[in-house]
Nanobody
Framework: VQLQASGGGLVQAGGSLRLSCAAS????????MGWFRQAPGKEREFVAA????????YYADSVKGRFTISRDNAKNTVYLQMNSLKPEDTAVYYC?????????????????WGQGTQVTVSS
């Protein structure tokens, strides 16, 4: 499975961005998909995850109510809509795929990772 994240950029506080993650392979619709982020000098942290059907989602408390994860299995793509962005959201954002059926916030349960896309929020 190859994952390609895109959509990052520079935005002012309060603005919005939508990240996309395109996946190769026909098994995409069976994967749990997640978004993680890593800020300079900090550990990678969980942002959001979505189950295979899109019927279950899970968010970090820090983004709940501002970010929305979704997926389009016909397009092998998962999205992260980010609204009301804050400077503390600045990080490299990674998408990841978990071939199990259990939605998780633990990075070590995700087998495949994209290359990351930079999100910078200015104050």
């Amino acid at each position: 499975v190859q994952l390609q994240a895109s959509g990052g950029g520079l935005v002012q506080a309060g603005g919005s961005l939508r990240l996309s993650c395109a996946a190769s392979g026909r098994a995409f619709s069976r994967y749990v998909m997640g978004w993680f982020r890593q800020a300079p000098g900090k550990e990678r942290e969980f942002v959001a995850a979505i189950n295979w059907s899109g019927g279950s989602t899970y968010y970090a408390d820090s983004v709940k109510g501002r970010f929305t994860i979704s997926r389009d299995n016909a397009k092998n793509t998962v999205y992260l809509q980010m609204n009301s962005l804050k400077p503390e959201d600045t990080a490299v954002y990674y998408c990841a795929a978990d071939t199990s059926y259990s939605i998780s916030r633990r990075a070590n349960e995700y087998e495949y990772w994209g290359q990351g896309t930079q999100v910078t929020v200015s104050s």
